[in-house]
């Protein structure tokens, strides 16, 4: 019996290691596809300086007028002043929350599988409830993108959006932006936040509950501080592109280096004061 009950939470970690990387891969893959927009995603840094659409690159201008005329009011267009069609709220929003999932997933995979582990080990002849925490970890970032989406929509009918990349046009916007991030990066807020991210077991410990019901509970909790801890590095999306590909690959190592590396505090302050100096250049250029 305990043989058999050993090969089934065997089977039940391998399952969820597969089933935590084939939902990573498939979401990047649809964001390198352009995540149902029709378009292509970027493939470059940011430009330091935010411009406006006429300055921006010309092969992204000559394809937005394009695109724009053949397409009607696609996500990142800079024609679109008009009211959003709900398709087109969903789409973004749908966007969004695969884009979080192939940002979060690999830094939050630890403390899953760890839920997985201490699941097995008071387990009483059941399979953990790790799709229940996974379940309550998503719905905090879908959340997140919803609130997301809305921002965008505002952002982009203000003409602070515009652009193939879904990209800050406006200087005085990015500027604050990254200075809020840059200053919230050395708050005692998110040092907090990132100390219970970088601490699965003693999050588990502490907060524990059997039961899909408390595996749902523990997977919101954990999605509270992991979005509490990188919320502000999500809304720089929007200074670097949206839908940058190069840039969101970028912020999902920063996310997994403060997270899983030695010394991610530091980390953590390092990018916020990178952030503040590049909001101040943007002031003061």
Request: glycine share 12%.
């Amino acid at each position: 019996m305990a043989t058999a009950l050993e090969g089934m939470l065997t089977r039940h970690r391998a399952v969820t290691v597969a089933m935590l990387f084939a939902l990573t891969v498939l979401a990047w893959i649809w964001l390198a596809s352009g995540a149902g927009t029709g378009m292509a995603p970027g493939f470059r840094f940011p430009d330091p300086m935010p411009g406006a659409p006429a300055t921006m690159h010309g092969s992204d201008n000559a394809m937005s007028g394009h695109m724009g005329a053949s397409m009607g009011a696609m996500p990142g267009m800079a024609e679109t002043a008009a009211p959003w069609a709900l398709s087109r709220f969903l789409l973004t929003f749908a966007m969004w929350w695969v884009m979080m999932v192939a940002m979060m997933l690999p830094s939050a995979a630890s403390t899953i599988l760890l839920h997985a582990r201490a699941g097995s080990a008071g387990a009483a002849g059941s399979r953990p409830a790790t799709g229940s925490f996974l379940s309550g970890y998503l719905l905090v970032w879908g959340l997140f993108s919803f609130v997301a989406t809305v921002l965008q929509m505002a952002l982009e009918r203000a003409g602070i959006m515009a652009g193939m990349d879904m990209v800050s046009v406006s200087r005085p916007f990015s500027a604050v932006v990254l200075l809020l991030a840059g200053l919230y990066q050395l708050s005692p807020f998110k040092e907090t936040c990132l100390r219970h991210c970088r601490n699965p077991a003693q999050f588990l410990t502490r907060h524990y509950r059997p039961g899909r019901a408390g595996a749902l509970r523990m997977g919101l909790l954990h999605g509270a501080y992991c979005a509490g801890c990188c919320w502000l590095l999500m809304a720089l999306l929007f200074v670097g592109g949206v839908m940058n590909l190069v840039w969101i690959a970028f912020l999902t190592l920063v996310v997994a280096a403060e997270k899983l590396l030695p010394g991610g505090r530091w980390i953590a302050i390092a990018g916020g004061l990178a952030c503040i100096a590049w909001g101040t250049w943007i002031v003061l250029a």
